[in-house]
């Protein structure tokens, strides 16, 4: 689907499914084929002068973004590439419970880039009266043409958000979307305002060998773990013998746990054996400080790397996509995680 007109900006929309394009049946909101590119069709907005062109690939199969899996990265981000100089920005519309994750595997699977891609989905389907849908669409289409932006990023009600920097924080107002450890990259109201100084800057992106790369990825098996008061170390032990090869490891406050020998014992052959385990706060605001208490010291001791101001997002996807990628070695996975990458942490704050 696009204009009839001529335009200067060309931009790659990728539906992918969720609430955005969903519509009413007898057993809740279901995804209808052909359904949201028709809709806009009928929405005057979207071929004003100041929108750029667009091109809508609607996936064969719609799914909630609940059924998101690392394969589905992969396959948005072959999309990209394969599109990748044909087009001046790309738009992926999807389903909001997992738009944070899609947007940092994809900051991290895409690496450098030197175009927007820009994140979106809705509270409301677009078949629906007071729908957030065409407004969300219509200025993720406008930023996906902006030469200034060259980065994986969000954008949810007027706020643009860095991708590996956002998380859901509101399953019902419109005002889903947060970035506690990193401010806004843009706002829009009467103006697109962006803060030019806070954007990734522009890199060299390699359309052959990142597809030759994408062809190395494989699923690895990583997860997140929450430590909470009474936390039986036995659940530990069992979560680490379902072959993990990565865990994000929820503590308290700046990185701290409960003092307790067999918890550390378990991390510490962990580690030994292979396992990346990774430290990040349930806070949602703030960065893990290794090394200011003592708990947090006993993680550091037992092999536990930091992960600083990282959401439980980016910690868990940078650690499939590191991990995913068989040109790397164990301790280079290490040295990369705990570095920034794509704007994913603030600097590395030592202890």
């Known amino acids: 689907m696009g204009r009839s007109m001529p335009v200067n900006k060309r931009v790659y929309v990728i539906y992918t499914g969720g609430t955005i394009g969903m519509v009413k049946t007898v057993n809740g909101y279901a995804p209808k084929k052909n359904y949201l590119v028709d809709k806009i069709k009928t929405i005057v907005d979207f071929y004003h002068d100041e929108v750029p062109e667009f091109y809508i690939h609607e996936y064969e199969h719609l799914i909630d973004s609940a059924n998101i899996k690392p ?29 944070a994750y899609t947007a940092s595997a994809l900051s991290f699977i895409l690496g450098g880039l030197s175009k927007p891609v820009i994140c979106t989905g809705s509270q409301i389907p677009i078949s629906e009266l007071r729908s957030d849908a065409s407004d969300n669409i219509l200025h993720s289409l406008i930023l996906a043409a902006n030469e200034h932006i060259s980065e994986v990023c969000l954008f949810f009600h007027k706020k643009l958000l860095r991708g590996n920097r956002a998380v859901k924080v509101n399953s019902e107002g419109m005002d889903a979307f947060s970035s506690p450890n990193y401010p806004a990259l843009g706002e829009v109201g009467i103006d697109v305002k962006l803060d030019k100084a806070r954007l990734q800057p522009k890199m060299a992106f390699n359309v052959q060998r990142k597809l030759e790369e994408l062809q190395n990825f494989q699923r690895s098996k990583v997860a997140i773990l929450s430590i909470f008061p009474g936390f039986d170390p036995e659940i530990l032990s069992q979560v680490l013998k379902s072959n993990l090869k990565g865990l994000v490891l929820k503590t308290y406050g700046a990185g701290n746990i409960m003092d307790n020998p067999k918890i550390i014992e378990i991390l510490t052959k962990a580690s030994t054996e292979g396992v990346i385990i990774v430290n990040c706060s349930q806070c949602l605001t703030g960065s893990v400080k290794a ?28 650690l499939f996509y590191l991990l995913s990628s068989e040109r790397d070695s164990l301790e280079k996975v290490k040295g990369l995680l705990v570095e920034n990458l794509y704007g994913e942490l603030t600097e590395k704050q030592e202890g």
């Not at 990209?80 to 738009?99: E, P």
């Not at 003592?294 to 910690?315: H, N, Q, R, Y």
């Open 291 to 318: 090394g200011v208490y003592e708990a947090g010291t006993a993680l550091i001791k037992a092999g536990v790397l930091s992960g600083f101001d990282m959401t439980d997002e980016a910690a868990l996807t940078k």
């Open 71 to 99: 394969e589905d990265w992969i396959d948005i981000a072959t999309d990209i590439v394969k599109n990748y100089n044909d087009y001046d920005g790309f738009v992926i519309l999807h389903g909001t419970d997992t738009l």
